[in-house]
């Protein structure tokens, strides 16, 4: 046995999805939007001219793939840290490293930062310079919403991309090449995998690729040869290794199902959301969705005509959680059974609706000024904030403009007559509210 039979060992060591990671465009699994023939990134890949980014998206997506593939098609110096591991000391280092690559080389340093969302003010703050100075190209990667996770002045100085999960047919795809794949994938070993295996490891994976990997290597690892010497992967053999039953109805049906429980919750039948909903758990679907379209509509459809619905629903997702089945399922009905049974109102979605709108086209942000924050201003600025009237000193509330004057007059929120709205409504009224 020679060194390259010990590497070559190391790399069957490797998982099979870390061995099928792609290193082209040509092998990378979706995300056409932004990798696709003539997309900004990819020109401005080729073009050595990519600039600090965030590749924002759900887990198993290709994130850190195409950030290995960056880095294998600039001439750059590549660095990677984990925000989980790393401190400011591992920043300072990775700094001082790009700095006398420039300096010295005239070559540039990119800077892999996963879970990028993990840094803390003090570890961003000594990134910031270099960004801004371009002394390093930054690329995060997270599976959090980077404006709402991450230092704003870091993601001010990064175009996000955001990665969507994997198709079905995307994930199906890749799993059929890593089965023929005899260097990389599991080519090497005899294999026949049922063609409702493949579909079942495709759709449940949810749209993460190493999911679906791990859940193939460990069916075609753990079943074990026919007599012909063939690994014959059965529908069965992929339940067990993803861990989910495979759904008793088709796709359409599926989705039939769901709609149907969707719009009896809305219609206050809790018979029929009942019926549907176990319907859906019996076929195989996962509990946590119906858990989630429960919550969704306890906030959409019954709103702050009854606010306990919202507390009861997400009260059963911990219990559940918790419990897990059969026993989940009481928590689970009992929540059910309250959202259908619970007075209406969609006014919360209307305000959501309404005030998004105004949120993406307004471009007023003309704030009042006694509500601006003037603890650090002039003279002037604080002889603004003395005009603030503190609500408390008033009885709880009193009139004064909150919205800046372009958007002063409108009305997001409007109560409706059912349940505690009402109540809401009379006591606005009485205020002289709108």
Not at 35 to 41: N, Y
Not at 169 to 188: C, F, N, P, S
Request: proline share 4%; aromatic share 8%.
């Amino acid at each position: 046995m020679d060194l390259f039979d010990f590497n070559d060992n190391e790399e069957r060591a490797k998982p099979l999805a870390e061995r099928m990671r792609a290193s082209t465009f040509k092998d990378f699994v979706g995300q056409d939007h932004i990798v696709g023939e003539g997309s900004l990134l990819r020109r401005a890949i080729a073009l050595d001219r990519l600039g600090s980014c965030i590749f924002w998206g759900p887990p198993g997506c290709g994130k850190t793939t195409l950030a290995n593939i960056v880095a294998a098609q600039t001439n750059g110096e590549f660095i990677k840290l984990n925000a989980v591991s790393s401190g400011v000391a591992d920043v300072k280092k990775a700094v001082e490293r790009a700095r006398d690559n420039l300096k010295m080389f005239g070559k540039r340093t990119y800077l892999m930062l996963d879970e990028c969302h993990r840094f803390n003010k003090t570890q961003s703050d000594s990134l910031l310079p270099a960004i801004e100075q371009g002394t390093i190209l930054f690329i995060g990667s997270t599976t959090e919403n980077p404006y709402a996770s991450m230092t704003p002045a870091i993601v001010s100085r990064c175009r996000v991309f955001e990665f969507l999960p994997l198709k079905t047919e995307e994930i199906r795809g890749a799993l059929v090449r890593a089965l023929r794949d005899k260097r990389k994938g599991l080519g090497e070993t005899p294999t026949r995998v049922d063609e409702d295996a493949l579909d079942h490891l495709a759709s449940v994976a949810g749209g993460d690729l190493r999911c679906a990997y791990n859940a193939l290597e460990l069916a075609v690892l753990t079943t074990p040869p026919q007599a012909d010497g063939v690994v014959h992967v059965t529908l069965s053999d992929a339940e067990q290794s993803i861990q989910r039953k495979a759904l008793s109805y088709n796709e359409d049906l599926y989705y039939d199902i769901l709609s149907a429980f969707c719009k009896s919750l809305r219609g206050s039948d809790s018979n029929a959301a009942l019926y549907y909903a176990f319907r859906l758990i019996e076929g195989g679907c996962d509990p946590i969705l119906v858990f989630r379209r429960l919550l969704a509509h306890s906030a959409e459809d019954v709103g702050l005509a009854d606010p306990q619905a919202l507390v009861v629903a997400s009260a059963a997702l911990t219990a559940f959680q918790n419990m897990g089945a059969p026993e989940g399922f009481l928590p689970l009905t009992e929540a059910i059974v309250y959202v259908c049974e619970a007075e209406k109102s969609n006014s919360v979605v209307m305000a959501k609706d309404r005030a998004q709108k105004d949120a993406r086209e307004a471009r007023d942000d003309d704030i009042p000024k006694y509500l601006r924050d003037n603890s650090y201003g002039s003279k002037e600025m604080k002889a603004d904030s003395a005009r603030y009237k503190y609500p408390h000193n008033y009885g709880g509330w009193v009139a004064q403009q909150y919205l800046p004057d372009s958007l002063k007059d409108r009305v997001y929120y409007e109560p409706s007559e059912h349940g505690f709205e009402k109540k809401i409504k009379e006591t606005r009224a009485r205020k002289g509210m709108k």
